[in-house]
């Protein structure tokens, strides 16, 4: 039997993913230290850029089911070396249960499920970042209920986060609105797919007007360090500061999927601020991940 992958919020129904929120809120309400549904099974995390929160969910989710997490550095594996991806996949598939990847290349996370014979997790690409949405989704649940027919401002780089929140909008059936630097949006292909959800503004203030839920990430990703500057002044004016609030409903909530930069892509203020719940969001990682972990190696 083919494997189910997590490459895109797309590769499940918006039944499966409305199921995994719901199964996570409820594992992260009753922790039961004896239910051990991945005792004695294996999770390899591949990663090419840093992280915090992507390597301890993942692997605090496998301690916590009874399974285990190897960590993997390109830097100290073959994969480094250039052997085929196909062959890795291959390889590294016949020994584990799952394989999570965070790569630059979101074509080397597509390479591995084809050839992978357990589930595949991207784990961030410069694509998409669905993960991170699985806890996005169940944070706005837990804090307001159901996200459908709700409208979602997202302000700032049309990024891997931009990307899985426009692919959000069509699996969750909410309204999304995108405040963009000219030329720092989102590719028009996945844009295009959401046509019906999707719309554009000038501002960021007009992108807030009556949102339930405003969103922003840095202004540059993993690998776009040597851009920082023209990103500063290009996306000088794409700050969520208390204006973008005040913009939103009132009961708005703020989230960032965190690392964060204060005083440039969102004020101290907001980020630190009462409709900010980026803790829950970082916390609810560990969570979701475990939900779909449980899908994926044991359905
Ligand atoms: N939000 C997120 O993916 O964080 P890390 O880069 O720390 O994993
Ligand atoms: N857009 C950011 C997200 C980090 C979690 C990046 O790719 O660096």
């Not at 409820?26 to 549904?37: S, T, V």
């Not at 290349?105 to 410069?126: K, M």
């Amino acid at each position: 039997m083919q494997p189910r992958h997590f490459t895109s919020l797309l590769d499940l129904s918006s039944s499966e993913l409305r199921q995994l929120i719901h199964r996570a809120i409820e594992l992260k309400a009753h922790r039961d230290p004896d239910y051990q549904p991945l005792k004695g099974k294996v999770l390899a995390m591949v990663f090419e850029k840093s992280s915090t929160r992507t390597r301890i969910s993942f692997e605090a989710g496998m301690a916590q089911f009874g399974g285990s997490a190897i960590f993997l550095s390109p830097r100290d594996t073959q994969l480094g070396r250039g052997e085929p991806l196909e062959d890795s996949a291959k390889v590294i598939s016949s020994m584990v249960d799952c394989i999570m990847l965070r790569t630059n290349e979101h074509d080397t996370v597509t390479t591995f499920a084809e050839y992978s014979r357990v589930p595949v997790i991207n784990g961030l690409t410069d694509l998409l970042h669905p993960c991170q949405l699985l806890a996005d989704m169940q944070t706005y649940f837990e804090h307001r209920g159901d996200i459908a027919g709700k409208t979602v401002a997202w302000i700032g780089d049309g990024n891997n986060m931009c990307h899985s929140y426009i692919n959000a909008a069509r699996q969750f059936d909410f309204k999304l609105n995108i405040a963009s630097p000219a030329d720092y949006g989102p590719l028009p292909s996945i844009a295009d797919a959401a046509a019906d959800r999707v719309a554009f503004f000038d501002t960021p203030a007009l992108a807030a007007q009556q949102a339930d839920l405003v969103v922003t990430d840095v202004w540059a990703s993993m690998g776009q360090e040597s851009e920082q500057k023209k990103r500063e002044y290009a996306f000088r004016t794409f700050q969520v500061n208390q204006d973008v609030m005040q913009a939103a409903h009132p009961d708005a909530l703020f989230m960032h999927c965190l690392p964060a930069h204060r005083g440039e892509e969102v004020t101290a203020e907001v980020i630190d601020g009462p409709q900010s719940v980026i803790f829950d969001e970082a916390e609810n990682r560990l969570h979701a991940q475990k939900a779909l972990l449980e899908f994926l190696i044991r359905p």
